[in-house]
C-alpha cells in the first residue's frame, strides 16, 4: 500500500506492534482480505486504511486509491496541525541558549505533545 517507504521498514513496524489488522496485532507474513482495515501508527498519528481490492502484482503509486481507502479520523489528521499552531517560542537572534527557568517553561509546554510508544 505503500504506506512505509522499504519493506524492512514496514516489517520492523510490525514487529514492534505499530500495525494492527482489524484491530489485533499480526505477522510480517499476514495476508490481507478484501474489506481488512489496517491501523498504522507513524508519529504522532495513527492512520487508518481500508482495503477495497487485493492486487497480485506491484502497482503504481496513481492505482493506490483504486485498491485501498484512508479511512483516517479528522481528528486524527488534525493532530498533525497543533505542534505548528500552539507552541512557538521566540528568542531574538544572538541571546544564547535558554536559561534554566525558559527551559522549564518549554518542558512544560511540550510535555502535552510528547508521549511514548506505549500509548499506542
Not at 499476514?30 to 501508527?41: F, L, P
Request: contains cysteine; hydrophobic residues 30%; glycine residues 6%.
Amino acid at each position: 500500500m505503500r504506506v512505509f517507504k522499504t519493506r524492512s521498514d514496514a516489517a520492523d513496524a510490525i514487529r514492534n506492534n505499530r500495525v494492527l489488522v482489524n484491530g489485533g496485532y499480526c505477522k510480517p507474513s499476514r495476508e490481507v482480505k478484501q474489506g481488512d482495515v489496517i491501523s498504522v501508527k507513524k508519529q504522532p498519528i495513527t492512520y487508518q486504511y481500508k482495503i477495497l481490492e487485493l492486487v497480485s502484482s506491484r502497482q503504481g503509486a496513481k492505482n493506490v486509491p483504486t485498491y485501498c481507502l484512508n479511512i483516517t479520523p479528522q481528528e486524527e489528521l488534525d493532530k498533525l496541525q497543533v505542534p505548528r499552531e500552539t507552541i512557538f517560542v521566540f528568542r531574538e537572534r544572538g541571546t544564547g541558549r535558554p536559561t534554566k527557568k525558559e527551559r522549564r517553561e518549554i518542558d512544560a509546554l511540550m510535555d502535552g505533545f510528547y508521549f511514548d510508544e506505549e500509548d499506542f
